[in-house]
């Protein structure tokens, strides 16, 4: 009698429908967690502008937002500031101090339907999103997403102070 060798056809047609059924979960898990990273951030971003408009109402002070590729500030305009050009004040609070964005993240800044450009460094940043003394806003949508891809989360400002997060719907 031989013995052979080897593996028959139907152990390597298991194997190779376990480590597919194993390939799809990873794929899933991982497809998973970055859109709860985006939900996270969208959330958190939502929390900071929803403080500075209440902050700006509180003190009474007029408050901006200015976004880099991966970072953002919240600044408050010097009313008493003699150089027009530079009276935005960096806040250093904790809260609406500087915050870094993920790596995996892009932000789109949209304000009354014109794309806002993200400045490069943090030396040149102007804040383009205001908020008013009086808690108002312009309308504006802050897309959240991967460079080069459709956007998964938005969040909407509204004048009347309103501001939502929410996903974005595919088309």
Same mark, same amino acid.
């Given at each position: 009698?031989?013995k052979t060798?080897?593996?028959?056809?139907?152990?390597?047609?298991?194997?190779?429908?376990?480590?597919s059924i194993?390939?799809?979960v990873?794929?899933?898990t991982i497809?998973r967690?970055?859109?709860?990273?985006?939900t996270a951030?969208?959330k958190?971003?939502?929390?900071y502008?929803?403080l500075?408009e209440q902050?700006?109402?509180?003190q009474p002070a +007029?408050?901006?937002?200015?976004f880099?590729?991966?970072?953002?500030?919240? @600044?408050?305009?010097?009313? %008493? *500031?003699r #150089?027009?050009?530079n009276?935005?004040?960096?806040l250093?609070d904790?809260?609406?101090g500087?915050?870094?964005?993920p790596?995996d993240?892009h932000?789109t800044?949209?304000i009354e339907?014109? +794309?806002?450009?993200?400045a490069t460094s943090a030396e040149?940043t102007?804040? @383009?999103l205001?908020?008013? %003394? *009086?808690? #108002?806003?312009p309308?504006?949508?802050i897309y959240?997403?991967?460079?080069?891809?459709?956007?998964?989360y938005?969040i909407v400002g509204?004048?009347n102070g309103s501001?939502?997060?929410?996903?974005?719907?595919?088309?």
């Amino acid at each position: 009698m031989r013995k052979t060798t080897g593996f028959t056809l139907v152990e390597i047609l298991i194997v190779m429908l376990i480590i597919s059924i194993v390939g799809s979960v990873a794929v899933l898990t991982i497809s998973r967690n970055q859109n709860s990273q985006y939900t996270a951030f969208a959330k958190q971003l939502t929390n900071y502008l929803a403080l500075a408009e209440q902050q700006a109402i509180l003190q009474p002070a +007029t408050l901006g937002i200015a976004f880099t590729e991966d970072s953002f500030q919240f @600044y408050q305009y010097q009313t %008493n *500031s003699r #150089d027009k050009e530079n009276a935005w004040e960096p806040l250093s609070d904790p809260l609406l101090g500087p915050h870094r964005i993920p790596k995996d993240i892009h932000l789109t800044l949209v304000i009354e339907g014109k +794309t806002i450009p993200s400045a490069t460094s943090a030396e040149h940043t102007k804040p @383009y999103l205001i908020i008013s %003394n *009086s808690g #108002d806003i312009p309308t504006f949508v802050i897309y959240i997403g991967k460079q080069g891809a459709h956007p998964r989360y938005k969040i909407v400002g509204e004048p009347n102070g309103s501001i939502k997060s929410e996903p974005v719907q595919e088309e």
